[in-house]
């Protein structure tokens, strides 16, 4: 309880709650003693009763502090940083994070699936349930994750895209491709590496016809080298000089120039893994021993593109 005393030509105001420090302060006007000593008694109470008003900060600060705390330190960084800072350019980003209903991110996904996949909006959706994960359980904010209320989209099938081997010879062919980028072509078709992995190899990486992975997507994994990758890694400047951006525009130039449609270089990779199944006869487990991959489910379903025609000689 308060307490208000005269002391001089002053009014001293004393507040008393129990486990609490007393709080004291002086006024010249007992009006104004009055009111500072009912507001703050009011809100220790409430705050005892764990009803005090919380100042929630907006979801633009949160996200960009995620990124600084928790975003920097992933594997994924890079994409994930891309990912919060397009969200913040997002209308509703500037809402208090208790403001950030159902409603609003139901909004959001039925904006953006008239322009991308499904597969890309539950991406983004992941990140925005990340971020609301966090901020309740490490930052103690008392909100609700909107995103668990809401219907998510279907997800596109995965991409089934396979090189045929007329394409792959127009590929390497190309009299304009630089002998780097021919380079990297054939360890991607050989190995069935993914783009930032391959960019990645350094020369103590290779013992003999082994190759270590120390950074991949989920765990560092080693894998047996063809003779073809050997002698193309022997030959190469390791690592390569070219960064991921100058690759990804010289990839679409050149896709451009030879009419292959749809064509990403992450095909390489399904072309590689369907051809280890085809052609090198491997197992489940040996193409997942080289392809990184723990679940046998999305190695088949996405990587390898079998068709009836391709068994009838192995079954006579």
Not at 10 to 27: D, E, M
């Amino acid at each position: 309880m308060s307490t208000i005393r005269k002391r001089k030509n002053h009014w001293q105001v004393i507040i008393r709650i129990k486990g609490y420090p007393a709080i004291y302060k002086t006024f010249s006007h007992k009006q104004d003693a009055n009111t500072w000593a009912l507001e703050n008694e009011l809100k220790l109470k409430r705050d005892e009763a764990g009803i005090v008003k919380i100042e929630y900060p907006s979801f633009k600060d949160i996200a960009l502090k995620y990124i600084e705390e928790v975003s920097i330190i992933k594997k994924t960084y890079r994409d994930e940083r891309y990912t919060i800072l397009s969200l913040c350019k997002e209308s509703w980003s500037v809402y208090p994070l208790n403001r950030i209903t159902p409603l609003v991110i139901a909004k959001y996904r039925d904006n953006q699936i008239k322009s991308v996949s499904g597969s890309t909006i539950n991406r983004r959706l992941d990140v925005v349930s990340n971020i609301f994960t966090i901020c309740i359980k490490e930052w103690g904010y008392p909100v609700k994750n909107p995103v668990l209320s809401i219907r998510r989209p279907k997800k596109t099938e995965p991409r089934s895209r396979v090189l045929t081997q007329e394409e792959v010879l127009r590929l390497l062919s190309d009299n304009t491709l630089s002998i780097e980028v021919r380079q990297i072509i054939i360890v991607a078709l050989e190995t069935g590496m993914r783009k930032s992995e391959i960019l990645s190899i350094k020369r103590e990486h290779i013992k003999n016809n082994l190759l270590y992975i120390p950074v991949a997507k989920t765990k560092s994994r080693t894998i047996p080298l063809t003779r073809l990758a050997q002698k193309t890694l022997l030959e190469s400047h390791i690592p390569f000089r070219i960064n991921v951006s100058t690759l990804r525009h010289t990839w679409a130039r050149l896709m451009l120039k030879l009419g292959l449609k749809d064509v990403c270089f992450h095909d390489l990779r399904h072309t590689a893994l369907t051809n280890l199944f085809l052609r090198k006869s491997l197992s489940v487990p040996e193409v997942m021993l080289i392809s990184g991959h723990s679940d046998p489910r999305i190695l088949l379903k996405t990587y390898t593109n079998l068709k009836a025609e391709d068994l009838v000689e192995k079954i006579g």
